[in-house]
């Protein structure tokens, strides 16, 4: 024992002096059964040469543990015991590094996980656990966990800006803006001029919409060139000017973001619509002012940046107004047939093709278009539903003109000239040759019974239908209700969803597979019955028959053939509107019988100009003027009868 004793005291001395191994040498052979380990003096010795020089301080920590146990007040027992949990605690972290290094992010957070932050710990070492296991779960998609974490580390350090920065962008990535920008902020107060923490700012601010914020911030960030050839600070306050109808300047700011490069993706994209929406707005307000050529100026520049489907329907329907006002008539409605053709749901383009047509007396796709525009109750107009009746009277379809103007009198009890036009309408088929025929429809007029007595759109005349002999519509437009003897209906027909005449007795549709070809079918593998031979549309009375309709609505028109016109001047007129003899001939009987109650039929409708003029009575608001989305609607005349 007493050798013991001498061994531990030389210990002790050469401990003091950071000798451990020879220390050790000392002590190392003493049994640890020996009584002079049960005292806290030799205990702490032999606990600092374990953690010091065997590197084990497991068993030291056990053995400074036994100490307290025996002696709680040993400050130096708990000093040392809690260096070694320390030492532990970083030993654990940096494991849990080297993990995350290596990719192993859930090997990682669990082992970040574990570690105890509880005292015995530094504060630093806690922020840096805490902000990497926030960076680790973030990683690992974990955006709630991530934040407790970052809000520890602030809590550590509260002058940590990466731990700031971190908890902005889990704020903005869950669309809390507000905390996202007081994170941002909070960050800037370390670091004002770090690149991505004044992104962060500028993309909070601009989702909260604090324009005028972010406006000033954008000119402080230029002035004090804080982000050196980098285009956002010119994106942003290009952006903030629009807002602010700023629109040549944003202009200027978003065409220069663009020029710096660097700009990759789904950020490029969004300056794109930026510029282009400040081109539409400045074309919108030159056209307000009545410079239509400075207007399409404009909208054309907003085109070559490919705005998104709602704002190109806009510009392109402006442009058309433009056009119009500067009786550009040809390109203005070649303008809106790309419209349309892009867009076949927009009513206010076709209602202004439709209001061109009649303009020019072109009948056939005047009435496609407004029977579209129309065809919905919640968007009837009388003035329109009247133009279609005055077109339906000039292509010689007398019964569907008077249902028409019926129409325009349920709306309008007293509109004098659809009572006019009604009236002419009745004497008409009134008289022999349509009193038989058209004054006996059936079923929705899909059927009119009666003799040959001549050509009628959108009818063929059959001997042997299933009807009998009589005039069966080509086309009828709805949904499925079942079948229909002589016809089939086509979900996604050449005319619309609708049921369709067939021809003769040959089938729609033939069940199979690909045996050849076979006259006036063509084999579909993806057909809407299956796979099999399905009669082409050219196939159909309705397609064959003088004109065509694509499925955006539009109709393309056959050339007209040449014709040869009457001597006399009336006649002429009314050949030139296009205007069968037959109808010529019974229009000029009527006037004959009482020439103060005629239909005279000479009229068309009209396209207004726009006239900037204050207080203007029927003047467009431009689109988008106010709200995001919201067209011009052409001013339009009512057709004279």
Request: aromatic share 10%; hydrophobic share 40%; proline share 5%.
């Amino acid at each position: 024992m007493a050798a013991e004793i001498i061994a531990v005291n030389q210990a002790i001395g050469l401990t003091n002096d950071k000798k451990y191994h020879d220390a050790w040498e000392l002590i190392k052979d003493i049994d640890d059964d020996s009584p002079i380990w049960s005292k806290p003096g030799p205990a702490s010795i032999k606990g600092v040469l374990l953690w010091k020089h065997c590197r084990d301080p497991d068993n030291a920590l056990l053995l400074f543990n036994k100490i307290l146990e025996v002696e709680p007040d040993d400050a130096a027992a708990a000093q040392n015991r809690d260096f070694i949990m320390i030492e532990l605690k970083v030993k654990e972290f940096q494991r849990a590094q080297d993990l995350q290094k290596d990719g192993r992010l859930q090997q990682a957070a669990d082992v970040y996980c574990e570690i105890d932050l509880d005292d015995p710990i530094t504060n630093e070492i806690r922020f840096f656990i805490a902000n990497n296991y926030g960076n680790c779960l973030v990683q690992l998609g974990k955006n709630y966990e991530a934040l407790q974490a970052f809000e520890t580390a602030i809590e550590m350090n509260p002058q940590c800006m990466e731990a700031h920065y971190n908890r902005a962008v889990i704020m903005k990535a869950d669309e809390n803006y507000e905390e996202a920008l007081h994170s941002f902020e909070q960050a800037l107060l370390v670091n004002p001029k770090f690149p991505q923490v004044v992104l962060g700012k500028l993309d909070a601010m601009c989702n909260l919409w604090q324009i005028e914020e972010l406006l000033a911030y954008t000119e402080e960030i230029i002035d004090e060139d804080v982000l050196e050839n980098d285009y956002h600070p010119y994106f942003y306050r290009g952006f903030a000017k629009c807002e602010m109808e700023n629109y040549t300047e944003a202009i200027a700011d978003l065409e220069l973001a663009l020029s710096i490069g660097g700009v990759l993706g789904e950020e490029y994209r969004k300056i794109e619509i930026s510029a282009a929406k400040a081109y539409a707005k400045y074309g919108e307000l030159n056209l307000m002012e009545g410079d239509p050529d400075g207007a399409i100026e404009y909208f054309d520049g907003a085109m070559k940046y490919k705005p998104g489907n709602p704002a190109q329907r806009v510009i392109l329907y402006n442009k058309a107004l433009a056009l119009i006002q500067l009786d550009r008539i040809p390109e203005a409605i070649k303008e809106l047939l790309d419209t349309i053709r892009k867009y076949p749901d927009h009513m206010p383009a076709r209602e202004a093709l439709a209001q061109l047509y009649l303009m020019l007396d072109d009948l056939v796709p005047a009435i496609a278009q407004l029977e579209v525009v129309l065809e919905d109750p919640e968007l009837e107009q009388a003035d329109l539903m009247y133009n279609l009746g005055v077109a339906y009277f000039k292509r010689d379809r007398i019964a569907d003109a008077r249902d028409t103007f019926l129409r325009v009198l349920n709306m309008i009890p007293d509109h004098e000239r659809a009572i006019e036009a009604l009236a002419a309408m009745e004497k008409l088929l009134a008289m022999k040759k349509y009193g038989h025929v058209d004054a006996n429809r059936t079923k929705g007029r899909n059927f009119v019974p009666g003799a040959f007595d001549g050509d009628r759109d959108g009818f063929s005349w059959r001997k042997d239908g299933l009807n009998g002999e009589g005039y069966y519509k080509d086309y009828i437009a709805g949904d499925d209700e079942g079948e229909m003897a002589g016809y089939v209906h086509l979900p996604k027909g050449p005319l619309g969803k609708g049921y369709y005449r067939l021809g003769d007795d040959r089938p729609y549709y033939i069940a199979g597979e690909d045996t050849g070809a076979k006259p006036g079918y063509k084999y579909n593998q993806d057909g809407h019955l299956g796979p099999g031979y399905y009669l082409k549309d050219s196939e159909l009375p309705a397609v064959a028959r003088g004109f065509t309709i694509n499925k955006t609505g539009q109709r393309d028109m056959f050339i007209k053939q040449e014709r040869e016109f009457d001597d006399d001047p009336e006649r002429a007129r009314l050949q030139r509107l296009g205007w069968s003899d037959d109808l010529i001939q019974r229009s000029l009987k009527v006037t004959q019988l009482r020439n103060d109650e005629v239909f005279e039929g000479g009229g068309s409708a009209s396209v207004a100009h726009y006239v900037p003029a204050a207080n203007h009575k029927g003047a467009p608001v431009s689109a988008e003027n106010t709200t995001p989305g919201k067209v011009v609607a052409a001013t339009v005349g009512s057709a004279a009868l």
